[in-house]
């Protein structure tokens, strides 16, 4: 056999991107392919692109440029970009930047096999089809080694929802959900292999509805039936729009153990103007009074969001509506970004906000935000919590992993902890971590 060639993926943006990643590689596997840690040994260099906002899209060109002397000293090497700035760019990508050898869409990786045969021949390979067929199906059924504690399972892609701002719509398609018994079986694969902890991925997560043995299912149906499985402890789900959280979702937080108390619910502004001007499909009120029953059925829930500011017309008093509902929520996370105008979304044809203007507001949301970050986390001081070991931490001795509430947590523990849940009592709220003294082990959730 000849000596495996050697593949560098680079991965940007959201979870899903982490998970294509991931299936890109096994696509690749098939043609003799295997990951490497670095560019410089590679044969082959897999850009995994995000458009979501201008600087994502920028530093995808960037990186491109810095892989010229590594090109120029192995002519051989193979260049590629997937992901949403593929889809978004195209041909486009090759014609700004030639060394590019292959262009994937997020679609279509499944044909990566054939498409780096066609590279390696010294042809040129682009498609960004949005074909019928689950692009899942057709991986590599091989049996696939052990791995780490924590993974992601991407049960539904696309969306329908057409945020006046948000490039998703057109990169990833229409919302498609992916069919109950074969998201199951990847579950239990997933849990043979060695992991305890699954997410459940999609762009609009909550709005999945995939066919099962006896018509469609949702998400929380979806949830119960993984919580069956033994050897998974641990369920979560993102993102979520508020509009699909239903009645079964939000009990499911209250009656289903497995299942996490921590919600990404992204509200984007808490101005009803903006969110009406951002096609939102709902009010601040009503996004109020959703969080108050989920925290109803969950009322240690851990609650994060994500924040536009300096959306094209956003006034002052249109801004503080959004700290005032920060305030009257309170969330131990939250992702904030000054707004980017996307070519092609309704909103990038309106006037922007000054960028100092922008700049400033998203100073002072980030430091509301992250005042309540860190409450919520020195709130965990003294308390036992219990904690997923992931790896070794930087400490000699130590092990890193999550609590429940998705708060980062190292404690002194033996390696064999690795890949198990134990209590954990929290001493200490550190800048992005908390540590925690072991106080016993205890092999499921
Ligand atoms: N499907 C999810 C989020 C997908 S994108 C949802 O509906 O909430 C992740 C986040 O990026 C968004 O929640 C939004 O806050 C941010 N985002 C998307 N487009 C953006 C843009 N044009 N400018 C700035 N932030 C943007
Ligand atoms: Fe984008 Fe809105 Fe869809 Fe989220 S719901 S992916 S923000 S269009
Ligand atoms: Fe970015 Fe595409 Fe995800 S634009 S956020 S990688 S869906």
Avoid at 124 to 142: G, I, N, Q, S, V
Avoid at 297 to 314: T, W, Y
Avoid at 367 to 376: E, P
């Amino acid at each position: 056999m000849s000596a495996p060639k050697k593949l560098f993926v680079k991965t940007y943006g959201c979870q899903m991107n982490v998970y294509d990643s991931e299936r890109m590689a096994e696509a690749l596997g098939s043609e003799g392919y295997e990951q490497v840690a670095t560019a410089e040994e590679a044969d082959m260099i897999l850009l995994n692109t995000c458009h979501i906002r201008e600087k994502a899209a920028e530093k995808v060109y960037s990186e491109l440029g810095r892989f010229r002397p590594l090109r120029e000293a192995k002519p051989d090497l193979k260049i590629g970009v997937a992901g949403c700035v593929a889809q978004a760019e195209g041909e486009e990508i090759m014609r700004r930047q030639p060394m590019v050898d292959l262009v994937v869409g997020p679609q279509t990786y499944h044909r990566l096999p054939a498409m780096a045969r066609a590279v390696e021949a010294g042809e040129k390979a682009l498609d960004t089809d949005f074909p019928e067929e689950d692009k899942f199906l057709h991986l590599p059924k091989a049996r696939k080694p052990r791995r780490g504690p924590t993974a992601f399972l991407t049960v539904q892609e696309g969306c329908d929802k057409f945020c006046a701002f948000c490039v998703v719509p057109y990169t990833r398609g229409a919302e498609v959900s992916r069919p109950v018994e074969r998201l199951l079986t990847e579950a239990r694969e997933l849990v043979d292999r060695g992991v305890r902890e699954i997410t459940l991925l999609g762009q609009n997560v909550n709005a999945y509805h995939g066919q099962g043995p006896d018509g469609e299912w949702g998400l929380a149906r979806l949830i119960r039936a993984m919580a069956e499985i033994d050897g998974l402890d641990r369920i979560r789900f993102t993102t979520s729009h508020p509009n699909d959280m239903e009645d079964d979702l939000i009990a499911a937080h209250g009656d289903c153990a497995k299942l996490m108390p921590y919600l990404h619910l992204p509200v984007q502004s808490g101005s009803d103007r903006v969110l009406k001007a951002m096609n939102r499909k709902h009010n601040a009120a009503e996004y109020v009074a959703l969080i108050a029953r989920i925290r109803a059925a969950r009322p240690d829930l851990l609650l994060s969001g994500d924040f536009i500011v300096g959306f094209p017309g956003e006034t002052e008093e249109e801004f503080q509506a959004t700290l005032d509902l920060v305030e009257a929520v309170g969330y131990g996370q939250a992702y904030s970004f000054k707004y980017s105008a996307r070519p092609g979304t309704p909103a990038a044809e309106k006037p922007p906000v000054p960028d100092e203007v922008a700049s400033e507001r998203l100073q002072r949301l980030q430091a509301l935000l992250g005042r309540q970050q860190r409450a919520a986390q020195d709130a965990m001081v003294g308390r036992e919590v219990r904690v997923l070991f992931e790896k070794p931490g930087r400490e000699a001795g130590q092990l890193i992993g999550k609590s429940d509430y998705l708060h980062a947590v190292h404690a002194d523990a033996p390696a064999d902890l690795i890949g198990q849940i134990a209590t954990v009592r929290i001493v200490e709220s550190r800048a992005n971590s908390l540590k925690g003294e072991l106080v016993t082990q205890s092999v499921s959730a």
